[in-house]
């Protein structure tokens, strides 16, 4: 019998990008977080387990705000991601603090997740409701044959730009019927006026991105083949990241997707969104969170309570 698609939320660094969970301000009058507006959107469309994936230091805060609230809505699985993760032969560099990335995340779920398919979502970013209705569609059919089948929501981005920084966006090369073809991480994508640029040096040189260019925003659908492959490419990651940038270096889900689809191991069909992303990258952007929600509640896509009438 196929298994539903799970959705995991990755959370591990929740704590340290907040300075404590206790310091993540409430986007509504009833204390809802953007990830409660994630696992609504997510039951309403079909996902019956989610699994959490955080940090062991961050555990019982995250379940007493916001672990406890969802287990009365959904069943809940809880993932650790550590840096002592790594495979047999390979130590954590001293002095690092900084998680493996979005690739390594994902590789710590392998357990829990089995046999069944998976989307993966970041928990402070707001995703829209069709979004996670359309992936899970979409992994509700979906198999592997002599190619791994792999899906993605991707985004407009100027419509995931904030005003108050920098962001990192997994820039999308797309063919012309919507299938991935390539898929670049910039790390410092910044909004200059009405453009979006990135740089690379520091901001020495400053590239201009075009007003059509879609990102991704780590809101994947996987088969459970990904595992292996996270799995088997982590070691090779390492051996390269551990002498270049040992406290820095992250594994991300886009390197790995992009391998794969040079390899032509794989396939990934982009699911567009014409939604804005909302997000708290920066403190400074949960006023325009907060007003977004307002006006959902004020169209009627949210109750004004959002789980007691769920």
């Known amino acids: 019998m196929r298994k539903k698609p799970v959705l995991v939320i990755?959370?591990?660094?929740?704590?340290?990008?907040?300075?404590?969970?206790?310091?993540?301000?409430?986007?509504?009058?009833?204390?809802?977080?953007?990830?409660?507006?994630?696992?609504?959107?997510?039951?309403?469309?079909?996902?019956?387990?989610?699994?959490?994936?955080?940090?062991?230091?961050?555990?019982?805060?995250?379940?007493?705000?916001?672990?406890?609230?969802?287990?009365?809505?959904?069943?809940?699985?809880?993932?650790?991601?550590?840096?002592?993760?790594?495979?047999?032969?390979?130590?954590?560099?001293?002095?690092?603090?900084?998680?493996?990335?979005?690739?390594?995340?994902?590789?710590?779920?392998?357990?829990?997740?089995?046999?069944?398919?998976?989307?993966?979502?970041?928990?402070?970013?707001?995703?829209?409701?069709?979004?996670?209705?359309?992936?899970?569609?979409?992994?509700?059919?979906?198999?592997d044959d002599d190619t791994c089948h792999y899906t993605m929501v991707g985004y407009d981005l100027y419509k995931t730009l904030t005003d108050h920084g920098h962001v990192a966006r997994g820039v999308c090369t797309l063919s012309e019927s919507g299938m991935l073809q390539e898929i670049v991480e910039r790390t410092r994508i910044e909004k200059h006026g009405n453009r979006a640029e990135y740089t690379e040096d520091g901001g020495a040189v400053w590239t201009a991105l075009p007003e059509d260019t879609i990102v991704s925003m780590n809101l994947w659908g996987f088969t459970p083949s990904i595992l292996k492959e996270l799995e088997k490419r982590f070691p090779a990651f390492l051996d390269n990241s551990l002498n270049s940038d040992p406290l820095k270096s992250e594994y991300f889900l886009p390197f790995v997707v992009d391998q794969l689809i040079r390899e032509g191991r794989a396939d990934v069909k982009v699911l567009h969104s014409a939604d804005s992303w909302y997000g708290v990258t920066y403190k400074e952007d949960k006023e325009r969170v907060v007003e977004a929600v307002r006006a959902f509640k004020k169209a009627g896509l949210y109750p004004e309570r959002l789980w007691e009438e769920a």
């Open 10 to 143: 990755m959370a591990a660094g929740m704590g340290s990008r907040y300075g404590g969970l206790k310091q993540i301000d409430p986007i509504d009058d009833h204390g809802n977080l953007i990830i409660d507006f994630s696992i609504y959107d997510a039951v309403a469309a079909g996902f019956e387990k989610i699994i959490f994936l955080i940090k062991k230091s961050i555990e019982q805060e995250f379940r007493e705000q916001i672990g406890r609230r969802m287990e009365a809505h959904v069943e809940t699985a809880y993932v650790y991601q550590e840096l002592d993760q790594l495979p047999e032969g390979y130590a954590c560099p001293e002095g690092r603090v900084k998680p493996w990335g979005t690739a390594h995340a994902v590789l710590c779920c392998a357990g829990e997740l089995g046999d069944a398919p998976f989307a993966v979502i970041n928990a402070d970013d707001y995703y829209g409701k069709s979004a996670f209705q359309t992936i899970f569609d979409q992994l509700s059919h979906m198999e």
